[in-house]
T-cell receptor, first 117, second 116 residues
Framework: KQEVTQIPAALSVPEGENLVLNCSFT??????LQWFRQDPGKGLTSLLL?????REQTSGRLNASLDKSSGRSTLYIAASQPGDSATYLC????????????????FGQGTTLQVKP | DAGVIQSPRHEVTEMGQEVTLRCKPI?????LFWYRQTMMRGLELLIY????????DSGMPEDRFSAKMPNASFSTLKIQPSEPRDSAVYFC??????????????FGPGTRLTVL
């Protein structure tokens, strides 16, 4: 059974700092690894998706890496800003159940980030 | 595109009452997912559909929960009877198939359910 863990649960940094959020998963048989952002009282917004055959993906100040062999992914945020304050969730798309070969997302508990001005 | 639409946004009900949550997926998406989010358990997949057919309902907590997708543009999640422990935020998400697996999931704003 796939389990996804995120450390730390909370992080507070001063504006401008570069930071790394960590995600680990127990089963390397994944289709992809996704990072989401969730603002308080809101839904989830997809940030980056790394296919199982890829090592990293970049979008603006965000860079996500994937190491399937060690069961780890990291989200790197460069030059953090107060607007980056939110909860960041990683999710592994693992083989699903039922009669389909499609995957099901297994989420970590999230890292709540606060960037102080 | 309007994105995934959920209604109601907030629901307060009393224990024992029936609750129906609604979702309209993004047009053209062939997968629809229902999730529940609580502080204790995080985000959990309840059930998902492909082309309106339920594929995996192993996350549905018990028989009090049921979900339907009568057509490609509408799904419901029903709780009958509701209990205080069902209080949570319920999210609906949709995606399309890409390369044989589900692509990025797009989430709705959620329905915050409080059962008194």
């Amino acid at each position: 059974k796939q389990e996804v863990t995120q450390i730390p649960a909370a992080l507070s940094v001063p504006e401008g700092e570069n930071l790394v959020l960590n995600c680990s998963f127990t089963d390397s048989a994944i289709y992809n690894l996704q990072w989401f952002r969730q603002d308080p009282g809101k839904g989830l917004t997809s940030l980056l998706l790394i296919q199982s055959s890829q090592r990293e993906q970049t979008s603006g100040r965000l860079n996500a890496s994937l190491d399937k062999s060690s069961g780890r992914s990291t989200l790197y945020i460069a030059a953090s800003q107060p607007g980056d304050s939110a909860t960041y969730l990683c999710a592994a798309l693992s083989p699903g159940g039922g009669s389909s070969n499609t995957g099901k997302l297994i989420f970590g508990q999230g890292t709540t980030l606060q960037v102080k001005p | 595109d309007a994105g995934v639409i959920q209604s109601p946004r907030h629901e307060v009900t009393e224990m024992g009452q029936e609750v129906t949550l609604r979702c309209k997926p993004i047009s053209g998406h062939d997968y629809l997912f229902w999730y529940r989010q609580t502080m204790m358990r995080g985000l959990e997949l309840l059930i998902y559909f492909n082309n309106n057919v339920p594929i995996d309902d192993s996350g549905m907590p018990e028989d009090r929960f049921s979900a339907k997708m009568p057509n490609a543009s509408f799904s419901t999640l029903k709780i009958q009877p509701s209990e205080p422990r069902d209080s949570a935020v319920y999210f609906c998400a949709s995606s399309r198939t890409s390369g044989g697996v589900t692509d990025t999931q797009y989430f709705g704003p959620g329905t915050r359910l409080t059962v008194l």
